[in-house]
């Protein structure tokens, strides 16, 4: 059996994983990534990054060469009901370079982030490396074992870091309290081409019976029909003939286009669920899941709370971010940083920039320069014994040693300006 060690290991190569392995790696952590994917191709799943994700990439210096990929950005959404539109959604208040949301193949986003963490010292990612179980010694998590392509593999680490999604093994194995809320709704999503003069905003339509949203993806429509819960199969058994003519008489679609869906393969199933996660007391483990983030610490016994730090989705959210940072319960004892260290200095800013509308200086509020260097600060401080390496309170990236995406020199600023 393969053996390393390393300072953390994440389990789950997704958007919550890679992101936080790469900030770690930009704090100065070395830290093991492990996907049990060959590669990050997965369609329909999160292909939106929402304004605070895009505010995430500026201060980091990469929002830019970020938006350099394909992308269509979605800025306004109207919801139709019959026949009568009404606006919802308008994100251009949140300013000229973020107030949108970039519909992107999530497998896009993923490659751009791992190249930047590969470009960080101390970073490593495992394909095809899928974990297994949970090393425990003394009552304390001090690794994982896993099976990769070259057979079994065990990793200790001083913090394990697991985000391999909503049927976790490892969250079941660590004794984690899953709290299932219930969701009335599930989804299935599938594309429809798009042609020369239709409608370039997204929509919503809510007509004779049926909820389908459309988001423009450029070239093709992505939709989403909404039908009750565990009712995927009811609409299944009504036949795919059944299913194009719901969708082409609540969105207009003409009956030609509809036959691109020629096949139930198509169509997949998006199950809805709502459900948080208990904070439990667990040595050096961390549980992130899609949208939300729950920190297990050191021995404190059972600490409950309310789980969920993300916003969209697979996605950072700020405010949540913030109070999981404030609120976090780390291991080995260590007293959680205080948001404030890094972003004191920011709450007041910055002002709005002549090319942002008014008010978007308070939108920035914290600044996305301080989340980001407090969510590295926050994960490293689980680390016994870390030092992390981020910067001052002004928001200054750690020196990256020259590599791209790690801070190219001493003054790079974490806002991207």
Not at 306 to 326: I, K, T, V
């Amino acid at each position: 059996m393969e053996q390393m060690m390393t300072r953390c290991v994440i389990s789950g190569g997704g958007p919550a994983g890679l992101m936080a392995g790469f900030l770690l790696a930009r704090a100065g952590v070395e830290v093991v990534v492990l996907e049990k994917h060959r590669d990050f191709l997965r369609d329909f799943r999160g292909d939106t990054i929402h304004p605070s994700t895009l505010r995430i990439m500026e201060a980091l210096g990469l929002l830019d060469e970020l938006l350099a990929l394909p992308h269509y950005p979605f800025r306004h959404m109207e919801f139709s009901f019959g026949d009568r539109p009404v606006p919802v959604v308008d994100f251009t208040p949140l300013g000229e370079r973020t107030g949108f949301v970039a519909m992107m193949p999530q497998w896009d986003f993923l490659d751009f982030v791992a190249q930047q963490a590969a470009a960080c010292p101390g970073f490593t990612l495992r394909m095809e490396t899928e974990s297994e179980t949970l090393i425990e010694e003394g009552g304390r998590v001090t690794g994982l074992r896993a099976g990769g392509p070259s057979g079994p593999v065990e990793i200790r680490a001083d913090l394990v870091l697991v985000a391999d999604g909503r049927h976790s093994g490892l969250r079941d194995a660590a004794g984690l309290d899953l709290r299932d809320l219930g969701a009335p709704i599930d989804v299935l999503w599938f594309r429809v081409s798009r042609k020369g003069g239709e409608n370039p905003e997204s929509l919503g339509r809510l007509k004779d019976g049926s909820i389908i949203i459309q988001l423009n993806r450029g070239d093709y429509w992505q939709m989403a029909f909404v039908v009750p819960k565990d009712g995927a199969e009811a609409v299944r058994a009504n036949g795919l003939a059944a299913f194009r003519r719901r969708v082409g008489a609540a969105t207009g679609i003409e009956a030609a286009r509809l036959e691109e869906i020629d096949d139930w393969t198509k169509v997949k199933l998006l199950s809805v669920q709502v459900n948080r996660l208990a904070l439990v007391a667990r040595g050096a483990l961390v549980h992130r899941r899609r949208g939300a983030c729950d920190v297990a610490g050191g021995g404190r016994g059972h600490q409950p709370g309310r789980a969920g730090c993300g916003g969209g989705g697979e996605y950072p959210g700020r405010a949540a971010a913030q109070r999981d940072a404030e609120r976090g319960r780390f291991a080995a004892g260590a007293a959680p940083p205080r948001m404030a260290d890094a972003g004191d200095a920011a709450r007041s800013g910055p002002a709005a920039g002549p090319r942002d509308p008014p008010g978007a200086g308070r939108a920035r509020r914290p600044a996305a320069a301080a989340l980001a260097a407090s969510g590295a600060r926050a994960l490293s401080a689980a680390l016994p014994g870390s030092v992390h390496r981020a910067g001052p309170a002004s928001g200054t990236a750690p020196r990256g040693r020259g590599q791209p995406g790690c801070g190219a020199g001493p003054d790079r600023p974490m806002n991207g300006r």
